[in-house]
């Protein structure tokens, strides 16, 4: 197995970093398994991480909120205000 192999060369490197098979082994079990990645979440995050960024200008939380939603393809048109006022 790929992961005892590496088991020698670790201790040679005792007290410096893991080797990164061990620490995200759980993650790789799961993805062999189930075939899924959290790729979509970090994705989101990032585009929210940008909106903030950008949000010290807007004028109330509600802009912000809609923002987001916005721009994570969520928002509800049929819930905002026609006109502008």
Do not use: W
């Amino acid at each position: 197995m790929v992961l005892e192999s590496h088991t020698q060369s670790d201790r040679a490197d005792e007290g410096s970093r893991s080797h990164p098979v061990k620490r995200h082994l759980e993650g790789i079990i799961a993805y062999a398994k189930y075939r899924v990645t959290n790729s979509y979440v970090e994705g989101m995050n990032n585009k929210i991480k940008a909106i903030v960024h950008k949000s010290y200008g807007f004028r109330t939380t509600r802009c912000f909120k809609n923002a987001i939603l916005f721009h994570c393809g969520k928002l509800n048109y049929s819930n905002l205000p026609t006109q502008m006022g």
